[in-house]
């Protein structure tokens, strides 16, 4: 069973950037589409990014677009989640999550634990 692991959460003030990595082992990533999500306290979930299978497409919401950059090390087996420019509001539990041989991100089969990012000064 796919596992994955987040990291490179943490404590940054406002404007900084932060680093996440998303890594598997045993199961080579870049045959799953992976996406991260994130929960803010008190609100729902949000998918933020998602890279497809293959080398596919990557996409964003709105409130991340220009900020934020999903890529892959096909080598090191991680997706990284390079989050810039941030703002308190980007505060929350973030998640990556897969689906085997996805484009999209819809229909997830794993899920990670999660990092938290905290945007405060």
């Known amino acids: 069973q796919l596992q994955l692991v987040e990291s490179g959460g943490g404590l940054v003030q406002p404007g900084g950037s932060l680093r996440l990595s998303c890594a598997a082992s045993g199961y080579t990533l870049n045959r799953y589409a992976i996406g991260w999500f994130r929960q803010a306290p008190g609100k729902e979930q949000e998918g933020i990014a998602c890279v497809g299978s293959y080398g596919g497409a990557t996409t964003y919401a709105d409130s991340v677009k220009g900020r934020f950059t999903i890529s892959r090390d096909n080598a090191k087996n991680t997706v990284y989640l390079q989050l810039n420019s941030l703002e308190p509001e980007d505060t929350g539990m973030y998640y990556c999550?897969?689906?085997?041989?996805?484009?999209?991100?819809?229909?997830?089969?794993?899920w990670g634990q999660g990092t938290l990012v905290t945007v405060s000064s």
């Open positions: 999550a897969a689906e085997l041989g996805g484009s999209y991100c819809g229909t997830l089969d794993a």
